[in-house]
């Protein structure tokens, strides 16, 4: 596969304004295990290739399990992953499929229990923005396997 666009060097600034809000939720004071977490399950229900391959490289570089990675799909069904965890992962699904479905209002008080009002703030814009980068890398069909762990990342 050939990638259309290399959107990463875009001069109009569009680029810059999806990595400032990556910046923001990276420093938002979510755990990072739970952010890719979430940007891996994003990924997978919007089928960006590119993306899943990142995170989970990512995820893995800063300590996540293969197991939990492998059952991400089917998170429900396992008990490898917290309350916590699970709630984020609900609203990821909800926001992310947000055009077919509501968020009901149980919805928010389950996920409320787990987070804070900044916290959920900072979760579904941690969400918007993996979906906003997905919906470059789909198009734009950035290669999966091109991505590389930055050296610093299991510091992060």
């Not at 939990?68 to 799909?73: E, F, H, K, N, W």
């Not at 990821?92 to 968020?103: G, K, P, R, W």
């Not at 890398?137 to 510091?155: L, M, T, W």
């Amino acid at each position: 596969m050939d990638p259309r666009i290399k959107y990463s060097t875009d001069t109009t600034g569009a680029y810059q304004a999806m990595a400032g809000l990556e910046k923001y939720v990276r420093n938002c004071g979510l755990e990072h295990t739970l952010l890719e977490l979430i940007k891996t399950r994003a990924s997978q229900l919007n089928g960006c290739a590119y993306c899943i391959d990142m995170h989970t490289k990512d995820a893995r570089a800063a300590g996540e399990t293969e197991q939990r990675l492998y059952a991400l799909s089917a998170w429900r069904e396992t008990p490898f992953f917290t309350d916590r965890e699970r709630a984020a992962l609900e609203w990821t699904e909800a926001l992310t499929l947000i055009s077919t479905n509501d968020v009901p209002d149980a919805l928010y008080e389950s996920v409320r229990r787990h987070f804070t009002e900044a916290e959920l703030v900072n979760l579904s814009l941690a969400v918007i923005t993996i979906n906003g980068w997905n919906r470059l890398a789909i198009p734009f069909r950035s290669v999966p396997g091109s991505y590389q762990v930055p050296e610093h990342a299991a510091s992060r």
